[in-house]
């Protein structure tokens, strides 16, 4: 029999689909274990309202149905449906501000715990770890990120449910571009990487996808070869395009533009005239090329999670007690080969920040791996 253990958990970074679902699982199997189990408010900003007397370590402590609707829906267990997260997620609280950290790490001695699980992605690992190296806490790492860029796990929470949601985006905005004969440039979440806008891309029938992996900026040379594309569309019957692009895409100097969408539609449009005004007669269909932008938004990091992100929170939830249980602490759980296993933070954590500090994604799309090939085998321009 395991003695009882004291956890706390928290979510830190922006939200995702399956957040909750992660915090049902972790307090369902800890209470079957007889443990108590704190939820952190608003991610390590918790420590520092306890540190404050803002809130008391009584007031955290979570139960199996801690989250129950009231009256005809008393006991109605929904957390693994909601998205967001009822603990709250903050991506501010920097350690590298030593009054900051210092109030942390005394919050964090109010709750005598015994492991902390941090749901988090990248950047909350590198931050998380710095903390615990100082307070000398027990912890494990939990990743979620619909950028599904935390090195040495197959897929973070959030990710599926954030590519259904594009895949339908994209769907819808399939219908009123071929409504209209235009060309759609969809801008997609990911920050530096391009998984998010990859996968929901080749599901959501795009003509071509634009990922910082394989197009870092929007060259001349580039957007010629997109209208070179649509222009192959229009010579086949089809009249209307679905281009999908990253966020981390940049402009022709290399600088990040928020709405770079926006940019590449006003730049498709204008090649496609001078090509058409070539003379050329296979350029000739591209003549009133209409094209419009849209910017998904935050809207991706929203909707009911999916039936795998909701399995895999089970999961990982379930490996994160097991873990604690077993005294094995400074482990990032991860999806290995379709299994739930651990990597230690050690190996994880420098290379992310090893990243940050070469300004890279900490785990991009492999450029050569099959899902590339897939799509350029299907027909899809995704750069030479």
């Known amino acids: 029999m395991t003695p009882p253990k004291r956890i706390g958990i928290l979510t830190s970074g922006g939200d995702c689909p399956g957040?909750?679902?992660?915090?049902?699982?972790v307090i369902k199997c800890a209470t079957n274990n007889g443990w108590e189990v704190f939820g952190i408010p608003y991610g390590t900003k918790g420590f520092i309202d306890l540190e404050t007397g803002q809130c008391q370590p009584e007031d955290l402590q979570l139960r199996?149905?801690?989250y129950d609707l009231p009256s005809l829906l008393g006991g109605l267990d929904i957390l693994q449906f909601l998205s967001g997260s009822v603990l709250g997620a903050l991506n501010k609280g920097d350690p590298s501000d030593p009054d900051i950290a210092r109030e942390i790490l005394q919050g964090y001695r109010h709750l005598n715990l015994d492991a902390l699980i941090a749901i988090g992605g990248d950047g909350s690992l590198d931050i998380i770890d710095t903390l615990a190296q100082q307070?000398?806490?027990?912890?494990?790492?939990?990743?979620?990120?619909?950028?599904?860029?935390?090195?040495?796990?197959?897929q973070s929470i959030g990710f599926d449910t954030a590519v259904n949601t594009?895949?339908?985006?994209?769907?819808?905005?399939?219908?009123?571009?071929?409504?209209?004969?235009?060309?759609?440039?969809?801008?997609v979440m990911g920050r530096d990487a391009g998984h998010l806008a990859f996968q929901s891309g080749i599901a959501g029938g795009a003509d071509v996808i634009l990922i910082p992996e394989l197009t870092p900026c929007l060259s001349e040379r580039l957007v010629d070869q997109i209208c070179h594309q649509i222009s192959r569309l229009r010579q086949g019957g089809r009249r209307f395009a679905l281009v999908v692009i990253a966020e981390g895409v940049r402009r022709p100097d290399g600088k990040k533009d928020s709405h770079i969408s926006d940019y590449l539609a006003q730049?498709?449009?204008?090649?496609s005239q001078r090509l058409c005004d070539s003379g050329a007669p296979q350029f000739c269909t591209l003549q009133e090329v209409d094209t419009r932008a849209t910017v998904l938004g935050h809207i991706q990091r929203s909707g009911t999670p999916s039936a795998f992100d909701r399995l895999l929170a089970a999961r990982f939830g379930r490996e994160a007690i097991n873990l604690i249980a077993m005294d094995k602490y400074n482990q990032l759980v991860v999806l290995e080969n379709g299994e739930v296993t651990s990597k230690p933070l050690d190996q994880v954590v420098p290379q992310v920040r090893q990243s940050h500090t070469d300004g890279r994604c900490p785990d991009p799309v492999d450029a050569q791996g099959l899902m590339v090939q897939t799509a350029r085998d299907l027909g899809i321009y995704v750069g030479d």
Do not use: C
Request: net charge negative.
């Open 19 to 25: 957040l909750n679902a992660i915090i049902r699982a």
């Open 267 to 271: 730049q498709i449009q204008s090649r």
């Open 135 to 154: 307070g000398n806490w027990q912890w494990i790492a939990i990743p979620k990120t619909i950028d599904n860029d935390v090195p040495f796990t197959e």
């Open 166 to 187: 594009v895949t339908k985006a994209l769907y819808d905005l399939t219908f009123t571009a071929a409504s209209h004969d235009r060309i759609m440039a969809v801008q």
């Open 64 to 66: 199996e149905h801690g």
